[in-house]
Nanobody, 121 residues
Framework: QVQLVESGGGLVQPGGSLRLSCVAS????????MTWYRQVPGKQRELVAS???????NYADSVKGRCTISRDNAKNTVYLQMNSLKPEDTAVYYC???????????????WGQGTQVTVPS
């Protein structure tokens, strides 16, 4: 059974920092692209940052320069270091694992349950 378990969310003042973690189990972690998404009630889930199997990161413009995504394949964990947090960063943050079969092109996707990040205005 595949599980993605996020942690590290909480209440932080503007300008503060948080490090989110997502521990994966039940899958071959190193073969999955890992992505952090976030969602505010009433809005679509949006991509925050992703990291490829080879460790190449990609960031949304809204967090570029403030966030760093990293992965530790030995620990089956992906991290999101968030600095200079703003009220608009308030959201539930979700971990996503995705792998595309090279032959069928069918993607296998898993989601975590989410962790709340709150930055008061």
């Amino acid at each position: 059974q595949v599980q993605l378990v996020e942690s590290g969310g909480g209440l932080v003042q503007p300008g503060g920092s948080l490090r989110l973690s997502c521990v994966a189990s039940g899958l071959t972690f190193s073969t999955y692209v890992m992505t952090w998404y976030r969602q505010v009630p009433g809005k679509q889930r949006e991509l925050v940052a992703s990291i490829t199997t080879s460790g190449s990161p990609n960031y949304a413009d809204s967090v570029k320069g403030r966030c760093t995504i990293s992965r530790d394949n030995a620990k089956n964990t992906v991290y999101l270091q968030m600095n200079s947090l703003k009220p608009e960063d308030t959201a539930v943050y979700y971990c996503n694992a995705r792998r595309q079969d090279r032959v069928t092109m069918i993607s296998t996707v898993y989601w975590g349950q989410g962790t709340q990040v709150t930055v008061p205005s």
